[in-house]
């Protein structure tokens, strides 16, 4: 048995079971919500704002202290505002794309 583990191809396996079992358990971006539609909400101040022709891009800091890259094709609110984002990321994960900003009255 102890010769087993000596083996590396068994060590590495092993090692990529923990690694996606700590992906699974901590990797959900510390969002407030997600609901069955794949939308997710964050929560915190917007910064940064740059127009284009299709929309504005911008980020977002969580209240946990994590950062965000965000569109929104409609208008957003002069920064910085402490708001509540609803929408969905893009396929990889770099994105956020904004369907609703709720503006919070906290401030």
């Known amino acids: 048995m102890i ?3 000596k083996d590396r191809y068994v060590l590495f396996s092993l090692a990529s079971v923990c690694v996606i079992l700590f992906i699974c358990a901590v990797g ?3 969002t407030d919500a997600i ?3 794949g939308m997710t909400e964050i ?3 917007i910064s940064d704002p ?3 022709q299709n929309g504005t891009v911008f980020k977002i800091t969580d209240l946990s202290g994590n950062e965000f890259r965000c569109f929104s094709g409609s208008a957003i609110p002069d920064a910085p505002v402490l708001c509540r984002l609803t929408g969905s990321f ?3 994960g770099n994105m956020f794309f904004v369907k609703l900003i709720t503006v919070s009255e906290a401030w």
């Open 28 to 30: 959900s971006f510390n």
């Open 50 to 52: 740059v127009a284009s």
């Open 43 to 45: 929560e915190g101040v």
């Open 3 to 5: 010769t087993l583990f």
């Open 90 to 92: 893009s396929s990889d």
């Open 35 to 37: 609901d069955g539609n």
